[in-house]
C-alpha cells in the first residue's frame, strides 16, 4: 500500500516530532524558498536533506512499500558499514526511523556527499591532461578496490560519481549494489545504456560482475578525453547521457565513428579500444573478465612446434595460444604473426625461435628451442657389376651416413643392415636392390634402387637359306634361330647392315655372289654365325634382231613357215632342262642353252 508523499512532506517539516533516529535527533530539513523541504521524488522513495550537528545527510523514505527489498537494504549496509571503503558514504538503514500518518516507516540515512558529477569535472579540467590521467588512474584504484572486497556498484555512469574538492572519487546512488549475499537476485537497477553492455538489459540478476563494462566504457573516456580534449565538443558529451559511447556505437563498434576517431590515438587507447570490442564480441557480460586484467602483460599460454627435432630443410609449424596482446612477432626471419595463430617454418640449422607478444603496457617473451638433424647421406652405394653373366657372382657395397636404420629390400626379401657394408650375389635374373633408410629423426624414410642385370651366353641355334644358288632377280630366304640375344643385325660383304632383331626369317633377291652371316649381341656379349655363300648367274644379254636381218622387205623371199607344232615341243623342253638344273643346284650356261633351243 502507497504513503501518501504529502503525508511524508508533513512529517519531514515536523521531524522534530516525527523523526525516530535517534542518531538523527534534532536535524533539521533543508527548506528551499518557497518553503517547501528540499527533495528528490523517485518511482519508490523520496530523497530529502537532512543536516544534524553541521553534518548532512540524504534521507531516504519509500512512498512505496519495498517488501523483500528491505531486507536487501539492510544487507548493503551492514557491509558497507564493515568495509569502511572510502568511496562510499554511510549508509545505514533504520527500522521505523519515520512516522508517517501514524505508521513507522524504515529509512535510510547516508552521508550527504559534496563534490562536481563527473561530468562537471572533466568538462573544468578539459586539456590538463594530467589530472585527467590522474583521475583516470584513481578511478583504476577504485575498481580494483570494489573487485577486491567483492562489490559492484551496479550503475557506474556519470551521474553516480562525484569528484569532492580534495579530488578523491565518491560513489552515490546504492540501489543496484551487489555484495556476496545479494548475487544472483533480481536486479532493481540495470544502469544507463552506454555504460552497460548490451546483454546486461536481458539478464536480470544481480552480479559482482556488473561493473565490468562500465568501469572500461569511463576509464576509456576519460583517457581519450586526455589526449583529445576535441572529443567532447564532437560527441556533445555536455548535452547528453552519455560520455564518449552510445548504445548504437555497441551494436557495430568496429564500425563506428568513435571506434576510428580512438584509433588515431596512442597505442594504450588502442588497446583498450581492442579490449572493448572483445568485450562486444561476447554474448553475455558474465562472460567477462575485468578490464584490469587487460592492463598487465600478455600471457602466452602455450607456444610449440609440431616437432621439437627436424631435418634440415623440412617444414614444421609453429603454433601458439597468447591473451592479451596487440602485437606478435617472432625471430629468425619470421617477424610479424599478430594476426594468425600458427606459421610454417624451414629451419636450416639448430635454432631457438623466440615469441614476443606486446601490448600498450607490458611485454611476454617465450622461446622454443628446435633442433635440426643432418640429412641422410649417401657416400656409396653401388654394384661392383651392374651387369654379370648367368650364374657369376659380384657384389653389392654401401656407405651411409646420418642416418637411423637401414633396410635391403630384393627379390622378396627385407634385411635390416649396417650403415655401411657390402653383399656378394648371384641373382639368375635381372633384379632390383632397394636401399631403405630411415633419417636421424626416425620417420623421414627415403628409397634408391641398384639394378644388376644378367645376361645368358648367345647361341645361334641355326642359319639356313633355302637357296645357294639362284638366277639373278629371283629371291631367297633366309632363316635362323638365336637364343639370348637382344640385338641381331644380318651382315654380308656387299649390302649394309640390317637390323633383324624382331625377326626369324628374311628374303631377299642377291644382284651377284655374296655371303651372309649374323651378328647376335646382348649387353656382355657377341657372337656372330658362320658365312652362307650365295652365288648368282647374271642373265645374258642378247643382240637386237633388227641389227641381224637386213632392212627391207624385197630382200628377204616370201614363205609360209609352220612352226607350231615344234615351237610347243621346243619351249616344253627347254623349260623342263632349265628347272631341273636349278633345282639340282648345277652350274649352267644360258647362253648354252639358248643356242641348243634354237638350234632345234
Same mark, same amino acid.
Given at each position: ?15 522534530? /516530532?516525527?523523526? &525516530? ?6 536535524? !533539521?530539513?533543508? =527548506? ?38 528491505? %531486507? ?43 563534490? *562536481?558529477?563527473? !561530468? ?8 590538463? #591532461?594530467?589530472?585527467?590521467? &590522474? ?19 551496479? +550503475? ?91 548504445? /548504437? ?5 568496429? +564500425? ?13 587507447? &588502442? ?34 612446434s609440431n616437432e621439437k627435432e627436424v631435418l634440415k630443410g623440412k617444414t614444421i609449424e609453429l603454433s601458439w595460444n597468447i591473451e592479451n596482446y596487440d602485437k606478435i612477432s617472432i625471430n629468425n626471419g619470421v617477424g610479424n604473426v599478430t594476426e *594468425?595463430?600458427?606459421? @610454417? ?16 603496457? +607490458? ?23 651392374? *651387369? =654379370? ?15 637411423? !636404420? ?44 641398384? !639394378? ?5 651366353? =648367345? ?15 629371283? $629371291? ?12 641381331? #643385325?644380318?651382315?654380308? %660383304? ?15 633377291? $642377291? ?11 646382348? +649387353?656382355?656379349?657377341?657372337?656372330? @654365325?658362320?658365312? =652362307? ?16 636381218? $637386213? ?15 615344234n615351237v610347243n615341243n621346243i619351249l616344253t623342253e627347254s623349260q623342263i632342262s632349265f628347272q631341273k638344273a636349278i633345282k639340282n643346284n648345277k652350274r649352267f650356261n644360258l647362253l648354252e642353252s639358248l643356242k641348243t633351243i634354237l638350234s632345234k
Open positions: 500500500m502507497s504513503i501518501n508523499k504529502q503525508d511524508i512532506v508533513t512529517a519531514i517539516l515536523n521531524s522534530d /516530532t516525527f523523526l &525516530k533516529v535517534p542518531e538523527l535527533k534534532g536535524a !533539521k530539513p533543508r =527548506i528551499e524558498s518557497n518553503g517547501k523541504p528540499y527533495a528528490f521524488v523517485g518511482g519508490f522513495n523520496m530523497v530529502f536533506q537532512l543536516e544534524h550537528q553541521h553534518k548532512k545527510w540524504a534521507f531516504r523514505v519509500w512512498h512505496v512499500p519495498m517488501g523483500e527489498h528491505t %531486507n536487501r537494504y539492510r544487507k548493503i549496509s551492514k557491509y558497507l558499514s564493515e568495509k569502511k571503503l572510502p568511496y562510499f558514504a554511510d549508509f545505514i538503514y533504520d527500522e521505523k526511523g519515520i512516522l508517517v500518518n501514524g505508521n513507522l516507516l524504515d529509512t535510510i540515512r547516508m552521508e550527504w556527499l559534496e563534490g *562536481k558529477l563527473l !561530468k562537471e569535472y572533466l568538462e573544468e579540467n578539459l586539456g590538463n #591532461k594530467n589530472k585527467l590521467t &590522474k583521475l583516470a588512474d584513481d578511478f583504476l584504484e577504485m575498481c580494483k578496490t570494489l573487485r577486491e572486497n567483492n562489490i559492484s556498484h551496479g +550503475d557506474l555512469q556519470e551521474g553516480n560519481i562525484l569528484i569532492d574538492r580534495n579530488g578523491n572519487i565518491k560513489l552515490v546512488d546504492y540501489d543496484s549494489i551487489c555484495i556476496p549475499e545479494i548475487e544472483g537476485q533480481k536486479e532493481l537497477v540495470t544502469g544507463l545504456k552506454g555504460y552497460q553492455h548490451p546483454s546486461r538489459f536481458k539478464a536480470g540478476k544481480a552480479s559482482l560482475k556488473a561493473d565490468y563494462f562500465s568501469e572500461l566504457v569511463i576509464y576509456l573516456s576519460i583517457l581519450a578525453l586526455s589526449e583529445n580534449s576535441n572529443l567532447w565538443n564532437k560527441y556533445q558529451v555536455k548535452d547528453t547521457q552519455y560520455l564518449l559511447f552510445t548504445e /548504437t556505437d555497441f551494436e557495430d563498434f568496429a +564500425d563506428s565513428e568513435i571506434y576510428n576517431d580512438l584509433q588515431k590515438l596512442s597505442n594504450s587507447i &588502442k588497446s583498450l579500444t581492442r579490449i572493448l570490442n572483445s568485450y562486444l564480441s561476447e554474448n553475455n557480460y558474465l562472460n567477462l573478465t575485468s578490464f584490469e586484467h587487460y592492463l598487465k602483460a600478455p600471457k602466452i599460454i602455450n607456444f610449440g *594468425k595463430h600458427s606459421i @610454417s617454418v624451414s629451419p636450416t640449422n639448430t635454432a631457438t625461435y623466440k615469441l614476443l607478444a606486446e601490448n600498450a603496457f +607490458d611485454k611476454t617473451e617465450k622461446e622454443l628451442n628446435i633442433t635440426v638433424l643432418p640429412l641422410p647421406k649417401i657416400k656409396e652405394f653401388r654394384a661392383k657389376h651392374q *651387369k =654379370i653373366e648367368f650364374g657369376k657372382e659380384t657384389e653389392i657395397v654401401w656407405d651411409f651416413e646420418n642416418v637411423e !636404420k637401414v633396410e635391403l629390400n630384393y627379390a622378396g626379401n627385407l634385411e635390416v643392415i649396417s650403415n655401411k657394408g657390402n653383399k656378394v650375389i648371384s641373382p639368375s635374373e635381372d633384379t632390383n636392390y632397394k636401399i631403405i633408410f630411415t633419417a636421424l629423426d626416425g620417420v623421414t624414410k627415403e628409397e634408391k634402387t641398384l !639394378k644388376v642385370q644378367v645376361f645368358k651366353r =648367345i647361341e645361334i641355334e641355326t642359319f639356313t637359306t633355302d637357296y645357294e644358288y639362284i638366277v639373278e632377280s629371283l $629371291p631367297i630366304e633366309l632363316n635362323w634361330k638365336i637364343n639370348n640375344a637382344s640385338g641381331i #643385325k644380318l651382315c654380308s %660383304n656387299i649390302d649394309k647392315e640390317i637390323d633383324v632383331t624382331t625377326k626369324n626369317k628374311i628374303s631377299l633377291k $642377291p644382284k651377284r655372289n655374296q655371303y651372309f652371316y649374323l651378328k647376335a649381341s646382348n +649387353d656382355l656379349f657377341t657372337v656372330e @654365325s658362320e658365312k =652362307i655363300n650365295i652365288e648368282v648367274q647374271n642373265l645374258p644379254t642378247l643382240p637386237r634382231f633388227e641389227n641381224i636381218i $637386213p632392212a627391207g622387205k624385197e630382200l628377204i623371199p616370201v614363205f609360209t613357215l609352220d612352226f607350231s607344232e
